[in-house]
T-cell receptor, first 113, second 111 residues
Framework: DTAVSQTPKYLVTQMGNDKSIKCEQNLGHDTMYWYKQDSKKFLKIMFSYNNKELIINETVPNRFSPKSPDKAHLNLHINSLELGDSAVYFC????????????FGQGTRLTVV | GNSVTQMEGPVTLSEEAFLTINCTYT??????LFWYVQYPGEGLQLLLKATKADDKGSNKGFEATYRKETTSFHLEKGSVQVSDSAVYFC??????????FGTGTRLQVFP
């Protein structure tokens, strides 16, 4: 069983489109995250949710909207995609925010053309 | 603010060589420190961690010691293998805040 699973693994889309990435964790964790990894492998947190409540929003454009229907799911919706949104997006979860190990999904490679 | 600085890569080694990847940090408060590894095409996996000064984290032959006096958490392995080729990330978290990552260091091991 995959602990943190994301879909899709690859996403190619045109500028201006709206797309969603889904994430599910079966670890029973309370905290979930979205990270963005750019072409130079630099990882930056975008959002953090704890028990469906938004905890961290790191100055991400309004075009990005996370949604957590329950504590096992954290989806990412992106409106009006831009070329600069091309990156690998990682979902992660942890039992306790910050102190404990974060488990990462395999990533979604988003390419905007 | 809180930040992590890692040595730039790539680090290129022959099999069985000794590995050191330097990591230093700046933090307010008392951070927990982590090393994550990312194999090609995969997500990050926790390699080891240390939650207080002088703790040593170890896993799969890798070690790192939390040095408060030098604000460092250098990753070491005595004898690397080709299968260790990956990108290694140093990270910290303070209290219950988010994980902050370094820029990553690519390790390439050749037979």
């Amino acid at each position: 069983d995959t602990a943190v699973s994301q879909t899709p693994k690859y996403l190619v889309t045109q500028m201006g489109n709206d797309k969603s990435i889904k994430c599910e964790q079966n670890l029973g964790h309370d905290t979930m995250y979205w990270y963005k990894q750019d072409s130079k492998k630099f990882l930056k947190i975008m959002f953090s949710y704890n028990n469906k409540e938004l905890i961290i929003n790191e100055t991400v454009p309004n075009r990005f909207s996370p949604k957590s229907p329950d504590k096992a799911h954290l989806n990412l919706h992106i409106n009006s995609l831009e070329l600069g949104d091309s990156a690998v997006y990682f979902c992660a979860s942890s039992a306790q925010q910050g102190r404990t190990e974060a488990f990462f999904g395999q990533g979604t490679r988003l390419t905007v053309v | 603010g809180n930040s992590v600085t890692q040595m730039e890569g790539p680090v290129t080694l022959s099999e069985e060589a000794f590995l050191t990847i330097n990591c230093t940090y700046t933090a307010t408060g008392y951070p927990s420190l982590f090393w994550y590894v990312q194999y090609p095409g995969e997500g990050l996996q926790l390699l080891l961690k240390a939650t207080k000064a002088d703790d040593k984290g170890s896993n799969k032959g890798f070690e790192a010691t939390y040095r408060k006096e030098t604000t460092s958490f250098h990753l070491e392995k005595g004898s690397v293998q080709v299968s260790d080729s990956a990108v290694y990330f140093c990270a910290l978290s303070v209290n219950t805040d988010k994980l902050i990552f370094g820029t990553g260091t690519r390790l390439q091991v050749f037979p």
